[in-house]
């Protein structure tokens, strides 16, 4: 039997963004907070995150179009394919609806109790919990893997 070097390529590229996502948002991120001052660790975190979603759009991206090209999935009723499908919608809604509206709320100035500091507190942590749902879906992608056999 013959290797799949897609497949190998493509657990490869999973396995990089899940180790850069777990990496930034539960090793470096924690890290930056505990020893910089929160708004220095914000914007270093901000800048991480930005990165770490790009890699993300470009991974998900390749890795979706592997399993709708993949003649052994079966397209849309497979869990795989469902799961880079929402990791891809989660990506874009972080960073291009969410991330933009904590940025202009910074830039206004927070100041503790204000309606904008409670508004980018909601955001942040709605930013969070999806976050932490891609993180969980792409370790069980790495689990299961992304190819499946006849």
Partial sequence: ???SYLGTGENILLTAWAG???MA?????PLLFQNMLPSVAGNIAGQLF????????F????LLLGQLVNPCAKRFNNFRVWSLIAMLVIIVIGE???RPMMVDLKQGGLVAG???AIDFGR???VSSMLYMINSVLCLVLVAFGLRQTR
């Avoid at 930005?50 to 759009?57: D, E, M, P, Q, V």
């Fill in 59 to 62: 991974c998900c991206s390749f």
């Fill in 123 to 125: 955001l942040h942590g």
């Fill in 114 to 116: 204000s309606q904008d």
């Fill in 50 to 57: 930005s990165i770490i979603s790009y890699l993300g759009l």
């Fill in 96 to 98: 291009f609806v969410i």
């Fill in 1 to 3: 039997m013959k290797p």
């Fill in 20 to 22: 850069g996502m777990w």
């Fill in 25 to 29: 948002g539960f090793v470096v991120a």
